[in-house]
Nanobody
Framework: VQLVESGGGLVQAGGSLRLSCAAS????????MSWYRQAPGKERELVAV????????NYADSVKGRFTISRDNAKNTVYLQMNSLKPEDTAVYYC?????????WGKGTLVTVSS
């Protein structure tokens, strides 16, 4: 089982990034998928979640209206489109797949937003 995040980097405030999470080794399409983030010195927090079929999404209040989670089950990939980025969005972003007793994590991708 692997979840591999990509797309992080350095961006100026107000800019955009698109994160990708490529899943393999399990039936990704049957799992709700989530993005979490962890900023330096802070606990990991849930950013966005999408249902297995993609019809339902939910977001942290801090990113509502700026971030969009989506998935392409044919490609076993989940995305996080991040717009209007703020310095407080700086964090390592992690992809997660969890269902019943299964809980899979990627190694994360670093997003740095400069002011």
């Amino acid at each position: 089982v692997q979840l591999v995040e990509s797309g992080g980097g350095l961006v100026q405030a107000g800019g955009s990034l698109r994160l990708s999470c490529a899943a393999s080794g399990f039936t990704c399409s049957s799992y709700p998928m989530s993005w979490y983030r962890q900023a330096p010195g802070k606990e990991r927090e849930l950013v966005a979640v999408i249902s297995s079929a993609g019809g339902g999404t939910n977001y942290a209040d801090s990113v509502k209206g700026r971030f969009t989670i989506s998935r392409d089950n044919a490609k076993n990939t989940v995305y996080l489109q991040m717009n209007s980025l703020k310095p407080e969005d700086t964090a390592v972003y992690y992809c997660n797949a969890a269902k019943w007793t299964k809980d899979y994590w990627g190694k994360g991708t670093l997003v740095t937003v400069s002011s």
